[in-house]
């Protein structure tokens, strides 16, 4: 499962539109994968990596 | 005009080279300070094969092969030239999914932050490209630039490659020195 696939699950209200302005998943080609670089929802915590974990 | 004033480096010489050929040629000058840049850097690139990439993310494009770099500034898809001044960097990125496509992006990054991004929302099917351009100020010494894309979309999602003209492309020129 991929970090947005993740997002999407603890979050399912979350839009594409909160993709494209509070919230920015990045990856740098570098072989480090899929991070969160930017959270500025005004309303839904930015995720933990164990809540990120446990989604399965 | 009452003088020509030449003033050159501590060392080596400034050479005046006139055409070899017949004929009367006349270099004007702009009428305030300035910095005449000729043969500035210019590179050309583009990517040679599919990249596969998570829904929603900006991931950086890699661009394998170039078609020039007349400066040896671009590595690893990274542009950072040696001489200071003002650069127009085009990109396109070819966006593929296996179903569909709601939202592109293309981003240029600018010492590995956002600098400038366009995006275009409810794009369907088929295989868009999205187009990108913009002049950013670099140093000629630290400062870089990159393309970052994302496809917010379903199955498999990849910055795709047809072949040499349809797939992704990143160029860049100076267009004025510092």
Not at chain 1, 15 to 23: A, E, K, M, P, S
Not at chain 2, 68 to 73: C, E, G, I, M, P
Not at chain 2, 104 to 123: D, E, H, M, P, Q
Not at chain 2, 143 to 152: F, N
Request: proline share 4%; aromatic share 10%.
């Amino acid at each position: 499962m991929t970090l947005p696939e993740k997002i999407m699950a603890l979050y399912p209200r979350l839009t594409t539109q909160d993709f494209l302005t509070v919230i920015t998943l990045q990856n740098n080609s570098d072989g480090r994968g899929d991070y969160i670089a930017k959270w500025e929802h005004p309303t839904l915590p930015r995720p933990t990596e164990e809540q990120l974990d446990g989604v399965k | 005009m009452s003088s020509i004033v030449i003033s050159g480096d501590t060392s080596g010489s400034i050479t005046l080279a006139a055409p070899a050929v017949a004929g009367t040629n006349t270099l004007t000058l702009p009428t305030q300070t300035a910095t005449l840049s000729f043969n500035g850097p210019a590179f050309s690139a583009y990517a040679d094969t599919a990249q596969t990439i998570s829904s929603g993310t900006l991931t950086k494009v890699t661009f394998g092969t170039e078609e020039f770099d007349t400066n040896n500034n671009f590595a690893s898809s990274r542009f950072t030239p040696t001489v200071a001044g003002y650069y127009q960097f085009n990109a396109t990125i070819l966006c593929k999914a296996s179903s569909t496509i709601s939202a592109t992006i293309l981003a240029f990054y600018k010492n590995g932050s956002a600098f400038a991004r366009s995006f275009s929302l409810s794009v369907s099917s088929g295989e868009p490209m999205i187009n990108g351009s913009c002049l950013i100020y670099l140093n000629g010494s630290t400062d870089y630039v990159e393309v970052y894309g994302s496809i917010t979309g379903t199955g498999t999602i990849t910055f795709g490659f047809n072949d040499s003209a349809i797939t992704s492309r990143f160029s860049g020129a100076l267009v004025r020195a510092a």
